[in-house]
């Protein structure tokens, strides 16, 4: 008898198995895609040629870094820089030490980094 109750266990215990599988998997999948949602700013065009021409053109930027989550831009010329303007799209301000910029957006700064210095 008790080998006939491990049998007619096995296909129960099997589909248990796959069923919580197949369960984890799609937990993961959500997981990432709702970080990638989350991780995906939509960093455009015109944004970034406004952040150009407020920190004095192509010709004024010398170094694009990111630093504590602050974009960090050295410039050649402060006072090409339309500070203003910058504060207005900035989420906290804008800190300047010489030719310095310190500025944290509501966005991604690693990735308006990049698309700024796609176009330098």
Not at 15 to 26: E, G, P, T
Not at 27 to 37: E, S
Not at 70 to 93: C, F, H, P, Q, Y
Not at 99 to 108: A, G, M, Q, R
């Amino acid at each position: 008898m008790d080998s006939g109750a491990k049998i007619s266990l096995f296909p129960l215990i099997l589909a248990i198995c796959v069923a919580v599988i197949i369960i984890s998997i799609v937990i993961v999948v959500v997981i990432l895609t709702k970080k990638k949602k989350n991780t995906r700013i939509n960093v455009n065009d015109d944004f970034i040629n406004e952040l150009i021409k407020y920190y004095g053109n192509k010709e004024n930027i010398n170094n694009i870094t990111v630093d504590n989550g602050r974009l960090k831009i050295t410039v050649s010329d402060i006072d090409t820089v339309d500070l203003n303007a910058i504060k207005e799209k900035s989420a906290s301000g804008v800190f300047v030490t010489g030719n310095v910029i310190k500025t944290l957006y509501k966005l991604d700064s690693e990735l308006i980094c990049k698309e700024m210095k796609k176009r330098l």
